[in-house]
């Protein structure tokens, strides 16, 4: 299948595009790899987007696109493969588009994780994550430390980052509604999305996402 993830920040994308690839044996294929691939290969689009991000500008859709495309021309996403912070906004779903008739092929489904706005800024705003090791992550109502603001693995102290303050957290929101959310329109009009709500556990995601791709798929 060929599937493009959608959805706000903190929908648990990156979580579930690694369980779903999974399941249906097709590589995961996320924005951040491309361009961290790209970047520490030194390929020419890598030193493209190095120069943009260096100088604090954002990284042209060009850019953004060949390097998908690069991706996608690989043996292992011949058959398939799901789509993770691409395409970001409908002039980059138009070219994917191009791209895949050239190839002769479409997508599948866009698969729309939807989950309420207030449940996005409480699950990214509550975050906290430990300064002797970024891996160690807790959350305030989710996963709450045995000691409040004491990492549980190694004593570390516990912080918010910057980025998950409820202030970015919604200017971030509104990036999406503005850039993002109208390829969900766009896709519709293909007859191409399916949505479905991102509440509940990991699994519990995952198990309704597979069925409304199988569905989707019959």
Do not use: W
């Amino acid at each position: 299948m060929r599937i493009v993830l959608v959805g706000p920040p903190g929908a648990g994308k990156g979580t579930q595009a690694a369980y779903l690839a999974k399941n249906l044996s097709i590589p995961h294929i996320s924005t951040g790899d491309l361009f961290r691939a790209n970047i520490s290969q030194g390929t020419d689009l890598g030193k493209r987007a190095r120069a943009f991000m260096d100088a604090g500008q954002l990284v042209p859709d060009e850019v953004t696109i060949g390097m998908a495309k690069d991706r996608m021309a690989q043996p292992d996403a011949v058959g398939g493969f799901l789509l993770d912070g691409f395409p970001r906004n409908v002039g980059q779903a138009e070219a994917l588009d191009a791209m895949l008739r050239d190839e002769g092929v479409a997508l599948d489904a866009v698969l729309d994780l939807e989950v309420p706005e207030d449940e996005v800024v409480k699950r990214i705003a509550g975050r906290r994550i430990c300064r002797n090791d970024s891996a160690h992550v807790f959350h305030v109502t989710y996963n709450p430390p045995k000691t409040e603001g004491v990492c549980d693995v190694c004593g570390g102290e516990l912080y918010q980052r910057d980025d998950d303050s409820e202030e970015t957290v919604r200017t971030r929101l509104e990036v999406y509604h503005t850039q993002t959310e109208p390829i969900i329109d766009y896709y519709r009009t293909q007859g191409l999305v399916v949505t479905i709500s991102a509440l509940g556990k990991v699994t519990e995601v995952t198990d309704r996402a597979m069925e409304a791709l199988e569905k989707s798929e019959g």
